[in-house]
């Protein structure tokens, strides 16, 4: 199975390093993005998509302009991490690499970790792959379920760090 993955478009949060609240619509640049995309996925054969509930991955997903007989899920376990009371947090206030390690599940009280997420998303991959052998499989999803995938597929790595992997609309390929 191929499995391909797309972070929503930009959002004037994102662009101004400010962790987006789950109500955060995309910019003129978002809306771009997601247009743009679409022309490559729709090269692509998917026979079914998985969303996440938040509005901005669904509003990526209207832009690509598919085939309206792809059937679309909305899928809970790919929607982005709870930030909780980090949400509108400018990322100065962080420590960025900290913020999104796997192995920091205490620096941030009230924060979803990453080992949360990257369960979360191994156990959905898993599923996926017990039902979906020869399919072309999309997702639109969010950086940090961008991060658990490509640790998913790639190893968590040593540190703990996450690694540049989730570009808003940018394409990602993995064999499942």
Known sequence: MNLYVIRHGETNMGKNNIIATETEPLNEIGITQAIEVGKEIRKLNINKIYCSPIQRAKDTLKLFSLDKNIPIIIENRIKERNMGIYENVPFRKLKWDEFWNYNSDKSYPELETMKSVYERIS????????????SNILLVTH?????????????????????????????YSYKL
């Open 143 to 171: 950086g940090g379920v961008s991060r658990a995938i490509y640790w998913y597929f790639n190893g968590i790595p040593k540190n703990g760090n996450s690694s540049n992997i989730n570009k808003n609309c940018k394409i």
């Open 123 to 134: 156990d959905f991959l898993n599923e996926l792959k017990l039902s979906n052998s020869n």
